[in-house]
Nanobody
Framework: QVQLVESGGGSVQAGGSLRLSCAAS????????VAWFRQAPGKEREGIAT????????YFHDSGVGRFTISQDNAKNTVYLQMNNLKPEDTARYYC????????????????WGQGTQVTVSS
C-alpha cells in the first residue's frame, strides 16, 4: 500500500503562485509514476502532468504548459507541482495519483490516490 497526501492548496488571486506537494508514505514499484490531476465542479478529472521516479516528465494539460512545473525530491518521497500565473479557470481540487511501471493518461488506471487539495483562484 502507498498512501499519498497532498498539501499546499489555498486561495490566491489571479497571477499568483502555489506549490502543491504530494508526499508518499513510501516508494515502491507501485508508485513508479506519480501524476497530478485536477477536477473542477461539474467537470471530468483531467491530467496535468506526470513524472517517473527516473525524473522523466510529461505534461498533459495544454493550458498549464509554461505555467505548471512538476518535480520531485526522491529523498523525501515527495512530488511537487509548482503553479505560476494562476488563472480563475485553474480553480479545482488537485489530486496526486500513483501507478506502477508507466504513466497512463486515464485516471482510472492509477492505483493510489490522495484526498486532494483545493485551489481557488479569484479574479
Amino acid at each position: 500500500q502507498v498512501q499519498l497526501v497532498e498539501s499546499g492548496g489555498g486561495s490566491v488571486q489571479a497571477g499568483g503562485s502555489l506549490r502543491l506537494s504530494c508526499a508518499a508514505s513510501r516508494y515502491t514499484d507501485s508508485s513508479d509514476c506519480v501524476a497530478w490531476f485536477r477536477q473542477a465542479p461539474g467537470k471530468e478529472r483531467e491530467g496535468i502532468a506526470t513524472i517517473y521516479s527516473s525524473g522523466r516528465v510529461t505534461y498533459f494539460h495544454d493550458s498549464g504548459v509554461g505555467r505548471f512545473t512538476i518535480s520531485q525530491d526522491n529523498a523525501k518521497n515527495t512530488v511537487y507541482l509548482q503553479m505560476n500565473n494562476l488563472k480563475p479557470e485553474d480553480t479545482a481540487r488537485y489530486y496526486c495519483a500513483a501507478a506502477p511501471d508507466y504513466c497512463p493518461r486515464s485516471p482510472s488506471q492509477y492505483t493510489y490516490w490522495g484526498q486532494g487539495t483545493q485551489v481557488t483562484v479569484s479574479s
